[in-house]
């Protein structure tokens, strides 16, 4: 490549960025301080717009949701009842994005091609391409992309391809200052994401599990693994994510079979009765 | 090691994150109904005068006729609309850029588009610059064909067009709402083709047309019953139980398409004659303007689930969502 970007990944973490390979993000929510650096980041290195007009009154979270034109958002919830079963009130943070999912609803759903797999394994928006048929939008499982009323196309978090490009690790995970969102290559999180699940059991936070990761919440339904994954401490649906998402072109074959069987019923009754008669 | 993660997992205790949407809900409006409801009662219409001109060619000559200028005007509307509901609308031709089996987007505008060309085409025929020429009146035909076989597609593909999405209000039950998508597609055709017949004053043949429409009617609603049971059981009724509007669309949408078609042709051959004759014209008139209403009912109840998230989650819960039960 002829990006002469400097390529810090590789100089700072002597781990370089290789096309061909398959990276994401692992979330690991008890590490998130709810500072929103990552949202920052994330509108400040792809020049997003800010939107928000008032206080929403959902404890810090002003943010509310991921949209056109915010990819990263942290969610606040505050248990300081016990209601959920905890002896001690707690307060869950986590950084949502986009969880480019293998294999990934909305690029099932493009009409265009615009939505594409990159060589990193992450799933783009082209925006020379989406022409704003806005079938991605109900079609992503976890809320995520969304159709820009100003400019008429879909967007969504692009795991920083641009900055991947250029050996660069995406923004928000470089600005974390947790280490809450980790980027690296989806089988060396996977395994870290597994360990650091099994050292929190061990520490007695026995509610901590994975969401996304092979076989867990959030790969059901088709979906097999989510390359941006969590490792969340209570239901998905506390976080607004669904327990079991699943794969919307599964139910193609369903509808329109039935649909096409239904129509061929009523044709042979339409020919016996549009014959008059007639033998 | 993720077993166990599932294990540990308490249930759902319908909680949701402060009542915000948990899933985005489609930009579509009116014109994306008009154009399912249109090019289905094209497609369906073209469908019919296909069958019934292979059992009664003479008999049905005028309803074949018509049948062809439905799918024109059907189509040329349908593309209309369509590409005035895409948000870059000048980059409307990127459609053809691939075509994508996993999307009924993709594969469902080149079953449209076979549609268009093949209704243009048997539409030609019927002009008057065909006249005897033997060959364009062979083409016409052969149009025809596919038009009514593409036709079935466009009044069928629109199923699998909302329910391959991750909208609880349409993704519950794709089996059933296949069902209920034929139905009100072939009520209206033969609603449709019994006006043009009963406008022509070719009353015998517009008593074919509104049998084939009654039956569908049929269809339709208990099809439309089984979607609602459906719904019920995987916990995603509420965008419709809690909304007023919605509620009476639903309900008036279902009146409109299926009691009162049914009254108006029972009435029409109670009475006979004149008073029959608009008794019949005017439940195809409901037949076509119920279905135009539960097209438009289901996409404003899909859009309408965004104000109750748990309705999402219910359907994303472990071992539902995933098959129709059926």
Known sequence: MSFDLPRTRESVQGDAIEPGRAYGFFTDTTLCIGCKACEVACKEWNQLPAEQEAMSGMSYDNTRELSATT????????????????????????????????????????????????????????????????????????????????????????????????????????????????????????????????????????DAYLYGVPDSPGATGGIEKLNAFFLLCDRPEIYNLPAAPTLPSRRIAPAFGASLAAFAGLAIAAAALLGGGRR | MTRQDRHTLRDWR????????????????WKVSGYIAVAGTAGAAQALATLGSLRDPEGLRAARRGARLMALAGSTAGAAMLIADLKTPQRFHNML??????????????????????????????GPAVGRRHLLRWLGKAAQLVSGFSGAGVATYTAALVSATSNPYWAAAPRSLGGQFAGVAVAMGAAALALWERLGGRDATARRFEKVAAIATLAHVGASTAVNKRLKECGVSQPIEHSKPQRRLKASSLIIAGAAPLVGYALSAALGGRAGRNAAMAGSCAALAGGMLMRHGLLEAGKAAREQPESGFALAQPMKGDDDGH
């Open chain 2, 14 to 29: 319908g909680e949701t994150y402060y009542g915000q949407q948990a899933l985005k809900y489609p930009h579509w409006d």
């Open chain 1, 71 to 206: 990819w990263r958002h942290v969610a606040f919830v505050e248990q300081m009842d016990g209601a959920a079963g905890n002896a001690d009130p707690r307060w869950l943070m986590m950084s949502d994005v986009c969880k480019h999912c293998d294999p990934a609803p909305c690029l099932e759903a493009c009409p265009t091609g615009a939505i594409f797999r990159t060589e990193f394994d992450s799933v783009v928006v082209q925006q020379d391409v989406c022409n704003g048929c806005g079938y991605c939008v109900p079609a992503c499982p976890f809320g995520v992309v969304d159709v820009d009323e100003v400019d008429g196309k879909a967007h969504k978090c692009t795991l920083c391809y641009d900055r991947l490009k250029g050996g660069r690790e995406p923004a928000c995970a470089q600005v974390c200052p947790t280490d809450s969102i980790q980027f690296g290559p989806l089988d060396e999180l996977i395994d870290r994401a597994h360990e650091r699940t099994r050292a929190l059991h061990d520490r007695g936070e026995t």
């Open chain 2, 97 to 126: 850029r691939i075509l994508r089996p996993t999307s009924p987007m993709s594969f469902g505008t080149y079953i449209f588009g076979a549609f268009g060309g093949a209704s243009l085409f048997s539409a030609f025929a019927e």
